[in-house]
C-alpha cells in the first residue's frame, strides 16, 4: 500500500512538474504538443539540374573543383540535410546518411529555401539561415600596358631604291629576232638560267618586255616593239648578263646608245626614242598608249602582210578595222592604209575618204613614222591616187 501511494505521489509531481513545464514553454510561444509528439513530417527532396554521373559523385563526396563556380556548402553543424527526414514506425526519430549539399545553381538554392521553410523541425531549433554565398576572388592586379597608336602611318625604314624596285618586278619576258640558230638556243638557255621567261614565238606579242636583236631592221617584232615602248637590246646585254649572273642594266646595250664614232640611222635611233617619249606622256612609266594612240585604222591589203600589220598597230595603241564583202566601215576612220590592188572601190570610193579627212596612205608609211617620230611629212606617204585628186 505504502509504495502505491508513493507511486501516486510521484505521478501526481511529474504531472504538476509537466503542467508548470508546458506554462513555461507557452509563455515563450513555444508548442508543447511538438515537444511530446511531433508530427510526421513529409520527405524532403532537393531537386538539381540534370548532371554528369561522375559530376553527381562528386558532389556527394563532398568534393569541389577550384575550377567550378564557388559553391555554398552547408556544415553539417547546423543545416545537414539528409536524404529522408522524419520518424520511425515506433515513433523515434530517423535520420539516414547525411549528405553535405553543394549549391552552384539559383535555382537550387531557392528550392533548398522553400523545403527547409516547410519543415517541421524549423520550430525546434534548427535554423534556415543559409551562409552567404562564398565571396568573388580578388583580382589579380595585373597591370596592363596599352600602347598609343601612332597618330600618322608607319614610315618605311628606308626608302626604296631604283635597284629594289626592279628585284620586286615580274620576271622579264624576252623575244628574240635577227640572230644565228646556235645564238638563239645559247640566249634563250642563259635567260631561263637567270629566271627570265624566253618567248620563243615568230611574232611580236605586247606581253614580252625586253626585245634582243642582232641588227636594226622592219621587221613585225622590231617595229612592234618601238610602237610600245619595249627595252629593243644589243646582243652586248646577253653577255653581260652571262658575265654577272644576273640581268644588268638595260640602257648602255640600248638601240639608240652610240657605240663609238659611227653615227646612227634613224631606225637605229628609234627604240629609244619611243620608249622615252611613251614614258614620260604615259604617267610614270605605264605604257597604257602607244605610238599610234588615238588612231582608227583602215587596212585594205594582202592576207599574208595583214596579220602582222595588224598585230603592228594594235600594239601603238591603234583601232584596227577592215573591210567585209558587203562593206567599209568609215565612221571614225581617221587612217587608212592602202594596196591599192585591195581596194574595194566597188564599196566605197576614194572621193568619200578624202572628204571625210582620211588620210590614204601607203602601208610603208608605218616604218617612215616610227623611224623619225612624226607624221609632220604624212602627204608625202599618201598613195597617188589621192596626191592627184589634191593637186586638182
Not at 47 to 71: D, N, R, T
Not at 126 to 135: E, M, N, S
Not at 203 to 232: D, I, N, P, Q
Not at 340 to 366: A, D, M, Q, T
Amino acid at each position: 500500500v505504502v509504495c502505491v501511494c508513493c507511486v501516486c505521489v510521484c505521478v501526481v509531481c511529474v504531472c504538476v512538474c509537466v503542467s508548470g513545464r508546458e506554462e513555461q514553454l507557452k509563455a515563450k510561444g513555444i508548442d508543447p504538443k511538438l515537444l511530446r509528439s511531433p508530427p510526421k513530417g513529409p520527405d524532403i527532396q532537393l531537386i538539381l539540374p540534370p548532371l554528369s554521373k561522375e559530376l553527381e559523385e562528386k558532389i556527394f563526396a563532398g568534393y569541389v573543383s577550384p575550377l567550378q563556380p564557388h559553391p555554398i556548402l552547408l556544415p553539417h553543424a547546423s543545416t545537414t540535410l539528409t536524404k529522408q527526414a522524419g520518424l520511425g514506425a515506433g515513433g523515434e526519430e530517423r535520420m539516414e546518411e547525411e549528405v553535405p549539399v553543394v549549391l552552384t545553381d539559383c535555382k537550387a538554392k531557392a528550392s533548398l529555401h522553400t523545403a527547409l521553410a516547410a519543415c517541421p523541425l524549423r520550430d525546434c531549433g534548427v535554423t534556415d539561415d543559409l551562409p552567404a554565398a562564398t565571396p568573388a576572388p580578388p583580382s589579380l592586379n595585373v597591370p596592363i600596358v596599352t600602347h598609343a597608336r601612332p597618330t600618322s602611318e608607319a614610315q618605311p625604314l628606308f626608302d626604296e631604291s631604283e635597284v629594289t624596285r626592279k628585284l620586286r618586278r615580274q620576271p622579264p619576258k624576252f623575244l628574240l629576232s635577227l640572230l644565228e640558230p646556235n645564238e638563239k638556243t645559247d640566249y634563250g638557255a642563259l635567260i631561263q638560267e637567270l629566271h627570265g621567261e624566253y618567248m620563243d614565238v615568230d611574232y611580236f606579242t605586247a606581253s614580252c618586255t625586253h626585245l634582243v636583236v642582232g641588227k636594226a631592221s622592219r621587221t613585225e617584232k622590231y617595229l612592234g616593239a618601238c610602237a610600245c615602248g619595249k627595252w629593243v637590246l644589243r646582243k652586248s646585254y646577253m653577255e653581260a648578263c652571262r658575265a654577272a649572273g644576273r640581268f644588268v642594266e638595260e640602257e648602255p646595250h640600248e638601240w639608240g646608245e652610240k657605240v663609238g664614232s659611227v653615227p646612227l640611222e634613224p631606225l637605229e635611233c628609234a627604240p629609244k626614242k619611243w620608249r622615252l617619249a611613251l614614258s614620260k606622256s604615259n604617267n610614270g612609266g605605264r605604257r597604257s598608249e602607244g605610238a599610234f594612240h588615238g588612231w582608227k585604222v583602215l587596212v585594205c591589203m594582202e592576207k599574208k602582210k595583214l596579220s602582222g600589220l595588224k598585230r603592228l598597230l594594235e600594239a601603238g595603241g591603234a583601232e584596227v578595222v577592215m573591210p567585209t564583202p558587203s562593206s567599209v566601215p568609215t565612221k571614225g576612220l581617221t587612217h587608212a592604209l592602202i594596196n591599192i590592188s585591195y581596194f574595194p572601190s566597188n564599196l566605197v570610193s576614194l572621193e568619200v575618204l578624202v572628204k571625210e579627212g582620211v588620210h590614204c596612205l601607203k602601208p610603208e608609211f608605218i616604218t617612215d613614222y616610227l623611224s623619225k617620230g612624226d607624221d609632220s611629212d604624212m602627204e608625202s606617204s599618201y598613195i597617188p591616187q589621192v596626191k592627184s585628186m589634191l593637186k586638182r
